[in-house]
């Protein structure tokens, strides 16, 4: 079980969009709808932005949207803010009750 | 409002076996549908899954990691621990404790701050 494919970096400048791609197989993104995003602040746990591809849960800003096509699944943040500035990281089942992540996205806020 | 708590030695030798525990409050660790698991971080680098259990016992590894871990519950303590035999330098990472909500897609909804474990000498 390899590790989701995710661009190492990604940017914007405030009140544009932009979308984190993570890549996998038909054994896990493609496989199933349990894709979940992930948002790291430096020096912080990881805190869940999206779950089943596209749930957001409570207190998650409308601005964080989920998607999946195939075998990948992205993550999109409109209207940009400096506080979105963050590594963020994608998850999903991969069956046999196994988990896989991608290796993490360092988004820039211009 | 739950919430998790790593505890453990922050500095582990070569060889040795590294042994967390992440003690879980504001909710009983007994609550169906979650499994209770271990995520590291290696310095500066992604997110790896180590493994989890359920309330009742029921444990599942990581694949590339099973042939040294052990997760294990401690229900009237409210408690879950780690143990990783035989490891080296590169066991050296941020160790995470995380709720997995199974009914939300093995989402990770909950996460301890985090423990930095050292593999020296």
């Known amino acids: 079980q390899s590790a989701l494919t995710q661009p190492p970096s990604a940017s914007g400048s405030p009140g544009q969009s932009v979308t984190i791609s993570c890549t996998g197989t038909?054994?896990?993104?493609?496989?199933?709808?349990?894709v979940s995003w992930y948002q790291q602040h430096p020096g912080k746990a990881p805190k869940l932005m999206i779950y089943?591809?596209?749930k957001r849960p409570s207190g998650v800003p409308d601005r964080f949207s989920g998607s999946k096509s195939g075998n990948t699944a992205s993550l999109t943040v409109s209207g940009l803010q400096a506080e979105d500035e963050a590594d963020y990281y994608c998850?999903?089942?991969?069956?046999?009750?196994?988990?896989?992540f991608g290796g993490g996205t360092k988004l820039t806020v211009l | 409002q739950v919430q998790l708590q790593e505890s453990g030695p922050g500095l582990v030798k070569p060889s040795q076996t590294l042994s967390l525990t992440c003690t879980v409050s504001?909710?009983?660790?007994?609550?169906?549908?979650?499994?209770w698991s271990w995520i590291r971080q290696h310095p500066g680098k992604g997110l790896e899954w180590i493994g989890y259990?359920?309330?009742?016992?029921?444990?599942y590894y990581n694949p590339s990691l099973k042939s040294r871990v052990t997760i294990s519950v401690d229900t009237s303590k409210n408690q879950f621990s780690l143990k990783l035999s035989s490891v080296t330098a590169a066991d050296t990472a941020v160790y995470y404790c995380?709720?997995?909500?199974?009914?939300?897609?093995?989402?990770?909804?909950?996460w301890g701050q985090g423990t930095m474990v050292t593999v020296s000498s």
């Open positions: 995380a709720r997995d909500n199974r009914p939300a897609g093995d989402a990770f909804d909950i």
């Open positions: 504001g909710g009983s660790i007994s609550s169906g549908g979650y499994y």
């Open positions: 259990i359920y309330y009742s016992g029921s444990t």
């Open positions: 038909s054994s896990d993104v493609g496989g199933y709808n349990y």
């Open positions: 089943e591809v596209s």
């Open positions: 998850s999903s089942y991969a069956g046999s009750t196994y988990v896989v």
